[in-house]
């Protein structure tokens, strides 16, 4: 029976039939749920800056509206233009649209994932960053909403798969389908954001390194070629995605500059203070992804920090046995595919504690960094394994056990947190319960969605209960952009800038949105904690105890897909509240 279990494990087509089915599944998440996410607060005007940036090559390179629209200009726009350019021939509600389009990104970035990490550790490796990753609320989640910030970290982390990759197989040269992808990777990076120019390090380094490694002085040299042919084609995406950063090409290094003296008025919250971002403390970044990362991505990580340990000892036997030089000479390439993860990790994390730059919304920014993370606590976990199974069945079986426990009960938070699971926290601070009021909540008001169609539900009851008798008319504040609701309300309802002139008060329950007067008419909440709240001012009505679960609109006479927002709409109100 052992044998037999021994065999099936090492199949290399069942291993394969798990990588399919584990994708599989993830897609069919992503379709039967991209609709359950609210518009997030940068949406509207992200949007615009596509159509803008499609304006621009629309009017013969005249209409220059997008190189002074806010401070947008300073982002790639390859999500945008590509949301923007087949919105009107996607047959769904904008919003919803681009919820699906962020999604299918985060799922080329699973994929690139599973590339990586097999390419370290072996398929199993790769099955297994790809589930922790899926349930990592700040991934898993984030990709419908995070619409900046997933897609480029999909793209860094195909980015840093060619970058090991071409490591892996150093002295010789890259084949050109490599070639080809590193360029594509880096340029898609760099059409996102100016953040790509870490991918460009990382390739840098690696190269470095394997050149004293192989004692081969004209290894760049006979790279060159090929690394100009990837140099062209990434800046060709630029261009294309990017035109401001070329127009003149010191533009590039003018956005590289704002953003790491970025500084405007917000405040954060951050270890139960609120403090403004140009005052946060430099571990800031580094504490968020201590806190933000699931548990069984932690015991990960423990174990390759165990794991490095053990082979720094072999290591260290090996090198008096037979010197660092016949060493290096064994190990060359392995030590050339692990290094760019390594300093994907480690780079960023250096880089905030070391500059400083003013940070919010936890580790949004610095999203990218999650992949490689997971890889490496992939790598550590199936490493530890093997060891301990080595040394004895019960070993293996109770590190098993520990690690699927973990897994199960990750993705049971993940669950339940749907669909804000890019609030959740781990245990190191109590979960999402113990996090509340000490970190940032739901700072992209994702919840405002739901809250809005529990006001719907609760005025239906309301008419139902007393026909004829309820008003036609409502107006509603919302503190948060005015589309994150109007998108899912209907004609009746009018948005009002002025609170006292609301009925109703729609509020995502974040920094400054937290202490709305009136009575408190319906709540959004998932595992204890409060996402966003509807507040009765009308001052005639009691609490209405309502249900969270949202019905269907048929029979209600409410269209929740009426369109979201205009190019004038955008480049209107919501200018003034944009945050970068």
């Not at 599944?25 to 949007?47: C, K, M, W």
């Not at 398929?123 to 897609?151: C, N, Q, R, S, W």
Request: with cysteine; hydrophobic share 50%; aromatic share 12%.
């Amino acid at each position: 029976m052992r044998s037999r279990l021994a065999r099936l494990w090492r199949s290399a087509t069942l291993t394969r039939v798990a990588s399919l089915t584990v994708f599989a599944g993830i897609a069919a998440f992503i379709l039967l749920t991209f609709r359950d996410y609210g518009v997030s607060n940068d949406e509207p005007v992200q949007h615009a800056y596509g159509q803008l940036l499609l304006n621009w090559y629309a009017s013969g390179f005249s209409d220059e509206s997008a190189f002074h629209y806010i401070n947008l200009y300073l982002y790639g726009g390859l999500f945008d233009l590509i949301a923007a350019g087949l919105q009107p021939y996607v047959p769904l509600p904008l919003y919803e649209w681009r919820h699906l389009l962020s999604a299918s990104f985060g799922f080329v970035g699973l994929i690139g994932v599973w590339r990586l990490a097999r390419l370290l550790g072996g398929e199993k490796a790769g099955i297994l960053a790809v589930l922790m990753l899926a349930v990592t609320g700040m991934y898993g989640g984030a990709m419908f909403t995070h619409t900046k910030d997933v897609p480029f970290a999909a793209m860094m982390v195909w980015s840093l798969y060619c970058i090991a990759a071409l490591g892996a197989r150093l002295p010789e040269l890259p084949s050109w389908r490599l070639v080809v992808g590193l360029g594509v990777s880096v340029g898609c990076a760099l059409g996102l954001r100016v953040g790509g120019v870490f991918a460009v390090f990382y390739l840098m380094v690696t190269l470095a390194v394997g050149t004293a490694l192989l004692r081969d002085p004209w290894l760049p040299v006979r790279l060159l070629p090929r690394l100009i042919v990837s140099g062209l084609i990434a800046l060709a995406i630029m261009a294309v995605t990017w035109p401001w950063s070329v127009l003149p090409p010191s533009n590039f290094f003018t956005a590289m500059g704002a953003f790491n003296n970025f500084a405007f008025d917000l405040k954060t919250l951050f270890n139960g203070e609120t403090l403004p971002i140009d005052q946060l403390p430099p571990t800031y970044m580094s504490e968020y992804l201590l806190i933000k990362l699931p548990e069984i991505t932690l015991m990960g990580l423990v174990a390759a920090l165990a794991m490095a340990g053990v082979a720094l000892l072999r290591l260290a036997r090996e090198v008096r046995r037979d010197g660092t030089a016949n060493l290096l000479a064994r190990h060359p390439r392995r030590l050339l595919a692990v290094l760019p993860v390594m300093l994907a990790v480690a780079v960023p994390v250096v880089f905030t504690l070391i500059d400083h730059p003013p940070l919010y919304n936890g580790i949004r920014h610095f999203l990218f960094v999650l992949p490689p993370v997971t890889v490496l606590a992939a790598f550590g976990l199936t490493a530890a394994w093997r060891m301990l199974a080595a040394a004895g069945p019960l070993p293996g079986i109770a590190f098993a056990t520990l690690a699927v426990g973990l897994f199960g009960f990750n993705a049971d938070t993940f669950a339940r947190l749907h669909p804000y699971q890019y609030v959740g926290y781990n245990q190191l601070v109590g979960g999402t319960a113990g996090a509340w009021g000490r970190f940032e909540g739901d700072y992209w008001g994702a919840s405002l969605e739901e809250a809005s169609l529990t006001l719907l539900h609760g005025l239906a009851q309301e008419a139902a209960a007393a026909p004829g008798k309820a008003p036609l008319h409502y107006k509603v504040a919302v503190c948060a952009e005015d589309v994150q609701v109007s998108t899912h309300l209907g004609p009746e309802f009018e948005m009002v800038e002025d609170w006292d002139d609301a009925d109703f008060v729609i509020s995502a329950r974040n920094v400054g949105c937290d202490n709305v007067p009136g009575l408190t008419y319906a709540t959004i909440s998932r595992m204890g904690v409060p996402m966003a709240s509807v507040f009765d001012v009308r001052g005639k009505n009691p609490p209405i105890e309502l249900p969270v679960q949202i019905p269907d609109d048929d029979g209600w006479g409410i269209d929740f897909n009426a369109p979201a927002v205009s190019l004038q709409e955008a480049v209107g109100p919501q200018v003034a509240k944009a945050k970068p």
